[in-house]
């Protein structure tokens, strides 16, 4: 099932799906209360201050907000990366900043009271990841020193929210299972054949049918569409890059292993001719064992 016009992907639509689809208070609560094991009941007590301007490595944070005196830090991310952590303490260290921008206090003897940072990154990557798993900054530190010792950490809680991954928590909140289940429909179409436009566009008419997302597929159409195809078209060019610099380390390596490989011979060369054992260099040049204990037997490396 194919539209006639194809949508505008280029960052017409800036904001991730996963952003808009908590855009509303009353959804960010439930999915706060649905994390915490909470029931707050008013939407009005949470501050949004999500830093739309801040990006570190390409990423914008996708929600952050204050609700009773904690901090909370939101992210959305389909490929895990142990440097999650690291980009948490970026982030913090920006949003602090932004909420003591006013105070002129900060050298003074009284202590300045702070919101408790947390740090939960929601994953619905292919790449088969524990339903649960916590990240620290200090697993990044030398391994030769205790994690005692290091003055600043960071932790970051990665939740897998593929379709059928932490179904009590899918059930505390309809919003996170709905859109769990609007983009396993998606790969579901992939998995079938289907070009990603038309993968998407069916899932949005199956959805709406089966009321997953329905109120904001319905109204937003168009923007939910490029949405997610520009986060397709970003992972997909995030994956390429990946590639080709993998095959650019590759071949440097391959470079590097035949240089210094015709130096080995090369003084191995030498060394049997002084000695006259032209038959064994014979044998070396057509035995690639051979060679090597050559090697071994002059401690060449």
Not at 66 to 83: A, D, I, K
Not at 138 to 148: I, L, N, Q, W
């Amino acid at each position: 099932m194919k539209h006639g016009t194809q949508s505008n992907t280029n960052r017409e639509y800036r904001d991730r799906l996963f952003k808009f689809i908590f855009r509303d208070k009353k959804d960010l609560l439930e999915l706060y209360n649905a994390l915490n094991d909470t029931a707050y009941d008013n939407p009005g007590d949470i501050v949004v201050n999500t830093l739309e301007d801040v990006v570190y490595m390409g990423m914008k944070n996708d929600i952050s907000f204050l609700l009773q005196e904690m901090l909370n830090l939101y992210e959305h991310q389909s490929t895990m990366s142990p440097n999650l952590p690291l980009r948490g303490l970026f982030y913090f260290a920006a949003l602090y900043r932004k909420l003591l921008a006013n105070d002129k206090d900060l050298y003074s003897s009284r202590r300045i009271p702070l919101p408790l940072p947390r740090f939960v990154i929601f994953y619905n990557g292919t790449k088969e990841e524990p339903e649960r798993m916590t990240l620290y900054l200090h697993d990044a530190f030398p391994k030769k020193y205790e994690v005692r010792e290091a003055d600043l950490d960071c932790r970051a809680t990665l939740i897998n929210i593929n379709a059928g991954r932490n179904r009590d928590l899918m059930k505390k909140c309809r919003r996170l299972e709905e859109y769990a289940l609007f983009v396993e429909k998606v790969r579901e179409y992939q998995r079938k054949g289907c070009a990603i436009e038309e993968a998407v566009d069916c899932a949005v008419e199956d959805c709406v049918q089966d009321g997953i997302l329905a109120d904001i597929l319905r109204e937003n159409r168009e923007e939910v569409r490029s949405m997610l195809l520009t986060e397709y078209n970003e992972q997909a060019h995030i994956e390429n890059e990946r590639k080709i610099a993998a095959d650019e380390a590759f071949a440097e390596g391959v470079e590097t292993g035949i240089e210094a490989g015709t130096e080995l011979f090369a003084a191995l060369t030498e060394r049997l001719v002084q000695e006259g054992r032209t038959e064994e260099l014979l044998r070396a040049t057509k035995e690639k064992t051979f060679r090597e204990k050559l090697y071994d037997e002059y401690g060449i490396k």
